[in-house]
């Protein structure tokens, strides 16, 4: 019998009680009893609250015990609409709904939040919770424990890109009390490699305001279809008004998922792959002039990717050949937010694993698509060091793992690969006290990473005198942090990419790897801001390589984790690899 857990991301949220006319008494009664109900969504969502087989599903006893407790607190507060909650028969609906707001909806603290709020402290259930909503979005496709998670990502992923201008509904229910409904259907099609999207805008009166038909869109560009529900539905994200564009990019939708597909692809770093998704655009749209406009653009920044042999000039000339005045849309995908906040917010709740005298945390923002990765070491009962490829043909940080008997290993730094496909540091690497100057040191990057007496230091490039004298060096950039946490990072190109980082503090030498893509800036933020704001209190760090050559591997017992940018990892010529001390 297949078993599931429900997939849950904590968010937070401000929230508004109805205007109701009630006593001083009983006004604190329900401020303190929407505090309790807060703390209490936070300790009823801390562990997977629901468990069970794919036709039963219930809260678990721990989340049950939590549930009963606050409705007895809440109830001795005077809230008379909390006391028939303690009875049995309410309080098995009360239990069934939960199950059900938790199960619809993956973000378990919203839905536990607003259905408890909207039980216990308002009058009557049927009366409204004040001033109109602006918008709800409701998401209808199969109905199965995997298509709960898709869509409850896909309704995550479409409220951002409202969120900042109009206040949206946070359940999935509730409709009558917003001015607008989004309804969007998403269905699977039989094979299973692709979805057909379509999306519908109605006002309160149930009148259409926007709608597109189905549009297809293959399975492994799904991440997109937020993207293209709006440029399909043709509406400000800040008014919901039509705005009837004139001239488009593209009048095919699923040219445009394919578009939307190689941007975020690009801001990934994974060029090739951007570039197969453009293609596949004007081989939709063969008139699509942006999409060949970027390809271009792709070629401009990195002259070293393919693009069917040809060079940027004549993908540009090509897009101009179709519309001299064509749109050029950024490559990076716009609407993506700051993550900075979201990240901070994060770690500042995630739980680190102390193993073998070690600390593992990582963290998941399903809103920007992120994943972090931090380990710190205390140096003096860790063996780490910078190890160099065997050969002049780069190796993955898996096999620099086994050939060092590791069990962490990252990407090192910058690296070049000539014409005879022979790969080479860029910087300056030191391997047991034996230097490699690099083949272009002075773009090697602006700071030094280096151990001596098994103590590790960040220095400046151009301070890094007596090579000799390391132990292990590597030189990168940018530094992310000058000494003193100091923030090394002021302006921000907006490359979103995979990152490798490490980061000193208290003699303590801390590896950070990030799957999903924060800009230099946006990194430089979150390493230089103090742990407990949500930073990692770094006193110094700097960048290693990242984008498309950002890869990791940790094995230790049972945990087995592995990240790479690209399909098949790219061969590297250097990593840093962590060992335990015999």
Known sequence: MKMFAACLVVATGTFALGEQSIGANETNGRSNSLAVILDSADRICSSIPIMGTDTTVELTIDAKTKLDGLVATVANMGVEEAAKYKTDAYKGILRNQLVQAIKNNTECKLAVLDLLRDKMLNKSNETSRGAQADLSISITGRNDSEAHMLLGRLRQQTTRLFLGNIEVLATNDNHALAKHRLLIDLEQSKRGHDFFLSGTLTDSEEKIVAEFPYVTINQTDLDSAPSVILYGLDISPATLKPLHSKERPTGSLEAYA???????????????????????????????????????????????????????????KKATAINFDHPKWPLDPGGSGDPVPSLRSLLSHAKSETIDGYSFATVSSTDYGIRIFWWSFPEENFDIRVVAQRGTRGQTVNQFLAENHGFLAVNGGFYEIDEEKRVG??????????????????????????????????????????????????????????????RGIRSDNGSALN????????????????????????LSVLMSTPKDQGGLGCDAALNLDGGPSTQMAYVDGERQINVKSTDVAMPIPNAIVVRKLE
Not at 266 to 295: E, H, V
Not at 477 to 484: D, F, I, K, S, Y
């Open 258 to 316: 394919k578009y939307e597909a190689a941007r975020r692809a690009y801001a990934k770093g994974n060029y090739d792959d951007a570039i197969r998704s453009f293609l596949a655009a004007t081989k939709i749209d063969p008139q699509f002039a942006m999409a060949y406009w970027s390809i271009g653009e792709i070629l401009t920044k990195r002259p070293y990717v393919s693009a069917g042999g040809r060079n940027a000039a004549y993908w540009k």
């Open 425 to 486: 540091p860029t910087g300056l690497v030191v391997v047991d006290h034996v230097a490699d100057p690099g083949r272009r040191p002075a773009s090697g990057g602006s700071g030094v990473l280096y151990r001596k007496d098994r103590a590790w230091h960040l220095v400046r490039a151009d301070e890094f005198s007596n090579p000799s004298k390391a132990e292990y060096a590597l030189q990168n950039g940018p530094r992310l942090v000058e000494h003193g946490g100091v």
């Open 499 to 522: 990152r490798t980082a490490v980061c000193l503090a208290k003699d303590l030498f801390e590896v950070l790897v990030i799957d999903g893509g924060v800009t230099l800036s946006q």
